[in-house]
């Protein structure tokens, strides 16, 4: 291959591989993650993301002669990197607005069932659900409509998230509401 088939492909499919990398990295972290970001955090990250895959994708779509398949692997690369972008945006956040000085509160969520090694859990005063790790017999005793205690952490400047301290559900865990 010569430096110019180097450049025309290699550079797209690197900076499309640095932004799956970036959503793989801050998935975990953006899951735990209980208030949304500051509007201006997510924007400035988007538009950073953005830029990139549309120029990756540019780059790859631009040697293809059919323009109906041109369009469709530019919407492609630009609707993975919008949710990948979300994604990091929310981990990136998650990861800056904690610094180790964060209160540490104990809060009820109500089990909604579980499968494998997760229970999904629900917070009727958050509106949101999550998946947290739980041992095998508590994924087999819990029923819908039970309550869980989780340690949720809260920052200085109010983000909150499930606290990285917070163990696998016991089965001893699982309480009437």
């Not at 859990?121 to 409509?145: E, F, Y």
Request: aromatic residues 6%.
């Amino acid at each position: 291959m010569n430096e110019a088939a180097y450049r025309r492909y290699a550079v797209p499919i690197v900076l499309l591989a640095i932004i799956a990398g970036l959503y793989m990295g801050m998935h975990p972290l953006s899951q735990r993650l209980l208030t949304p970001p500051p509007s201006g955090f997510v924007v400035v990250t988007m538009v950073m993301v953005m830029g990139v895959s549309l120029f990756a994708g540019y780059m790859l779509a631009k040697d293809i002669p059919s323009r109906l398949v041109r369009r469709l692997t530019l919407i492609a690369v630009m609707a993975l990197t919008i949710y990948a972008g979300g994604e990091g945006a929310r981990g990136l956040y998650a990861l800056s607005a904690f610094n180790g000085q964060d209160a540490v509160a104990s809060e009820p969520w109500m089990t909604l069932g579980g499968r494998g090694d997760t229970i999904t859990l629900r917070s009727v005063k958050r509106r949101k659900t999550i998946r947290l790790r739980a041992s095998r017999d508590a994924v087999a005793a819990v029923r819908p409509g039970r309550c869980v205690s989780i340690a949720v952490e809260r920052s200085a400047s109010g983000a909150e998230r499930v606290a990285a301290s917070q163990p696998a559900i016991q089965a001893s865990d699982i309480s009437s509401c």
